[in-house]
């Protein structure tokens, strides 16, 4: 078993920042690529930005100079900086990870989410 628990998210002002980290536990081997996924009321989930092992990152566009995304390899954790956010930002904001087990089962494993709201 996997799992992957966030935390950092809240209630914050337009312009504010947010750090989100999600650390990962369980009967992990390896964790190829850590990411984060956010889904605002009435829309899909969508990625905001991903990290492979490799170091190679992926942003959407709507996030790109605001946000960080980077990872702590030897506690399994991947955190997402968030600057100059806007109310367009708020949503719930899910962590995922590609995981290779123990038992060398690959899989994608989600967090249960973390709630970010920011007021104009």
């Known amino acids: 078993q996997v799992q992957l628990v966030e935390s950092g998210g809240g209630l914050v002002q337009a312009g504010g920042s947010l750090r989100l980290s999600c650390a990962a536990s369980g009967s992990i081997f390896s964790i190829n690529r850590m990411g984060w996924y956010r889904q605002a009321p009435g829309k899909q989930r969508e990625l905001v930005a991903a990290l492979t092992s490799g170091d190679s990152t992926n942003y959407a566009d709507s996030v790109k100079g605001r946000f960080t995304i980077s990872r702590d390899n030897a506690k399994n954790t991947v955190y997402l900086q968030m600057n100059s956010l806007k109310p367009e930002d708020t949503a719930v904001y899910y962590c995922?990870?590609?995981?290779?087990?123990?038992?060398?089962?690959?899989?994608?494993?989600w967090g249960q989410g973390t709630q970010v709201t920011v007021s104009s």
């Open positions: 995922y990870a590609d995981v290779w087990t123990t038992i060398r089962a690959y899989g994608g494993y």
